[in-house]
């Protein structure tokens, strides 16, 4: 795709995030049957259920805008998702390995923050204030994941890694 302007980045990164999204919802239950904690598990669960509603949030911007959300391949998800995949693999302690869950989880949090503040900007400037609504909806749900994760790190999981 040729980027002649601000639409066309836009567009770009809606259909990345698209890839990036779709990407995340088979990797989820893939890190949730993985976690030993309970309290993990069904954070990863409650996080697939709310990135199916990124994907329809991103289908639905995209068919307002007469696009197509397939088409992108996102390779800076696919890394980080190959990335924590390697976790699965490798034998750790329990609370360990979930420390290391958490870890790949924040990555992606982290990678989905910046796409998603990016889109939202563009989203304002190109005067598409419903989809920067949308936008910032999920900005906010994926900071409350990365702050959920980050919490239940600091309170249980590390603290039982450190004993493991």
């Known amino acids: 795709m040729k980027l002649e302007n601000l639409q066309d980045l836009y567009v770009d990164e809606l259909k990345d995030l698209y890839s990036a999204e779709t990407q995340i919802v088979k990797a989820l239950p893939k890190m949730a049957e993985a976690a030993a904690s309970p309290e993990l598990r069904q954070s990863f669960d409650h996080h697939l ?8 949030r991103l289908e639905q911007i995209l068919r307002t805008l007469g696009e197509d959300p397939d088409g992108n391949t996102c390779e800076g998800m696919k890394g980080i998702i190959e990335e924590g995949q390697e ?69 249980m999981v590390n603290v039982q890694a450190v004993t493991a």
Do not use: C, F, M
């Not at 259920?49 to 329809?56: A, C, I, L, P």
């Not at 990678?111 to 563009?122: C, F, L, N, P």
């Open 49 to 56: 259920q709310q990135t199916k509603g990124h994907v329809s």
């Open 87 to 155: 976790v699965l693999k490798q034998w750790a302690e329990p609370p360990v390995k979930d420390a290391a869950l958490i870890g790949a989880a924040q990555r992606v949090e982290h990678y989905e923050i910046a796409g998603y503040g990016t889109a939202r900007t563009h989203a304002q400037q190109l005067g598409d204030q419903n989809a920067a609504r949308l936008l910032q909806q999920t900005l906010e749900e994926e900071g409350q994941t990365d702050k959920k994760l980050s919490t239940l790190a600091e309170s």
